[in-house]
T-cell receptor, first 117, second 116 residues
């Protein structure tokens, strides 16, 4: 158990709908990352937050957005869902923002499997 | 640009065989970190090792060992005396200064099947 929690574990919805995925980082971790794992694209970085502020963006679609709240949990919002958005969405957390003389390990949650029908 | 290549898509071995998973990376940065993660059938991603670009010492942890060679931009992973529980998808990943923030840049993964 990594200490990172994600809810829900599974989500089935229809095209055009909007969903929210939730992540709670490990105790003490300030940085949260979102990744998408699909058969086509593999594991791709979406977005990073550090202590409530957006730090980096990867291949995140405009239909997707995220935020990190004062209690450090994060939510990933996916809207106008398409069939191709079906994937496993991971949240990871680390202690630091990631710079300086070392990069902290990212510990991953169990993922949320999203199925868009 | 950063890139991680895991040329082996699938590997199948019989229990107790040794197996090496290859990882080749590309980066222009002099400071970077390499990682290996394991994804068992249950789906979670498990951190295995981190290695920085200034430390080329090989590492051994039980049946696992890692060979980092900057000259060939490789960071290979060997499992000695494989076991059925080693069956999983293994991902090599890279973080470097010019990455998107400090996000992991993953390879496509190598699916390892260990049969009894």
């Amino acid at each position: 158990d990594s200490g990172v929690t994600q809810t829900p574990k599974h989500l089935i919805t229809a095209t055009g709908q909007r969903v929210t995925l939730r992540c709670s980082p490990r105790s003490g971790d300030l940085s949260v990352y979102w990744y998408q794992q699909s058969l086509d694209q593999g594991l791709q970085f979406l977005i990073q937050y550090y202590n409530g502020e957006e730090r980096a963006k990867g291949n995140i679609l405009e239909r997707f957005s995220a935020q990190q709240f004062p209690d450090l949990h994060s939510e990933l919002n996916l809207s106008s869902l398409e069939l191709g958005d079906s994937a496993l969405y991971f949240c990871a957390s680390s202690v630091a923002e990631g710079g300086g003389s070392s990069y902290n390990e990212q510990f991953f949650g169990p993922g949320t499997r999203l199925t868009v029908l | 640009a950063q890139k991680v290549t895991q040329a082996q898509t699938e590997i199948s071995v019989v229990e107790k065989e040794d197996v090496t998973l290859d990882c080749v990376y590309e980066t222009r940065d002099t400071t970077y970190y390499l990682f290996w993660y394991k994804q068992p059938p249950s789906g979670e991603l498990v951190f295995l090792i981190r290695r920085n670009s200034f430390d080329e010492q090989n590492e051994i942890s039980g049946r696992y060992s890692w060979n980092f060679q900057k000259s060939t931009s490789s960071f290979n992973f060997t499992i000695t005396a494989s076991q059925v529980v080693d069956s999983a998808v293994y991902f090599c990943a890279l973080i470097s200064n010019s990455n998107s923030g400090y996000a992991l840049n993953f390879g496509k993964g190598t699916s390892l099947l260990v049969t009894p």
